[in-house]
């Protein structure tokens, strides 16, 4: 049995693949992982360059199925996975060779059940293989409280027991990685960290995250999907501020400025509408939230200062930001 499966969901990336590819086969613990790639209906080349690294490799695991998006690829390939720890990876990101090495020791020493590190936000340069790098180093969280409030929510940076997986991540949805970390925090017993940064996390122009409609909105569906999770699971009212804040910070920060790149005017404004009627429906009193509070810096002012008129004047000016 392996003691890491490394889950790679493919869909159209021929451009990438191959050095996303190398860099698995290449760690320091090869004899001891499985990469489980799984080609999510892809109709470029990326068939015959996964076929090619299956033929040379033996610990790549190669799956096909019909196209189902990056959460279904992801559910396809954890169903399949027999390592004790689970990781996963986009297959137009690539990683340190001693990574899985790395998170995998880290995990038996301290006794962890989920292992984070740092990474590079990797923005490509018009040379070959040649990247403007920008350092992301988190929070170190002692308790579930500090996830909640302040967790780096993507899947890739992770090494997490696949015992502590009870749920899937999100089919059909945007921003799935967020819905699944908010509810695997209730499983999680012992964090620990790796610190350096191991992971490179490619920017691609045409990739999805970049391209804004209305599905944008699915934020709301994630969000609602996580707080829904902790009142049928009994949980809410232990982590209420923690969630209550994160809430607002991602309806009122981030999702705002992508909602904001949105194209089409109808529905930008709809979001924009759905945004404050979904913060102020679901945490009507959120500017007393006790995190808010104990918070600086200029979010915080923001924040604090946000009402009905300052809402649209951020709106408009986020347009032309």
């Known amino acids: 049995m392996p003691k890491v499966s490394v889950i790679v969901p493919v869909y159209n990336v021929e451009q990438y693949l191959e050095k996303c590819l190398n860099s698995l086969v290449g760690q320091t613990i090869a004899d001891d992982i499985e990469i489980i790639v799984v080609n999510d209906g892809s109709t470029d080349g990326s068939h015959d360059i996964i076929k090619e690294f299956e033929e040379k490799h033996s610990n790549i695991i190669y799956l096909r199925k019909e196209n189902g998006g990056l959460s279904d690829a992801r559910n396809y390939g954890l169903k399949r996975a027999t390592g004790d720890y689970i990781a996963f990876l986009d297959s137009d990101d690539f990683v340190d060779e001693t990574l899985y090495e790395k998170l995998y020791n880290k995990a038996i020493e301290e006794e962890a059940d989920y292992v984070e590190c740092d990474f590079y936000w990797a923005y490509p340069k ?48 945007k921003f799935e990685d967020i819905e699944f970390f908010y509810k695997l925090v209730p499983n999680i017993n012992k964090v620990a960290f790796v610190e350096e940064p191991l992971i490179y996390y490619v920017q691609r122009s045409n990739s999805l995250i970049n391209k804004q409609d209305y599905t944008t909105g699915q934020i709301f569906n994630v969000l609602n999907n996580s707080i829904d999770f902790y009142e049928k699971e009994g949980l809410f009212e232990e982590y209420k501020d923690e969630l209550g804040y994160i809430y607002t910070k991602l309806l009122f920060c981030s999702s705002l400025k992508r909602i904001a790149k949105v194209k089409d005017r109808v529905a930008r404004e709809r979001l924009f509408y759905e945004t404050w009627q979904n913060v102020n429906t679901r945490f009507p009193n959120w500017k007393k939230n006790p995190i808010l509070k104990k918070e600086k810096g200029l979010k915080k002012v923001y924040l604090m200062h946000l009402n009905k008129y300052v809402f649209k004047l951020t709106c408009f000016i986020l347009r032309f930001i």
């Open 126 to 173: 018009r040379k070959k293989d040649k990247y403007k790098l920008k350092l992301d180093k988190g929070i170190r969280y002692e308790n579930k409280e500090e996830m909640i409030s302040h967790g780096r929510v993507c899947a890739w940076n992770k090494l997490i027991k696949k015992d502590i997986i009870t749920e899937e991540f999100p089919k059909g949805l």
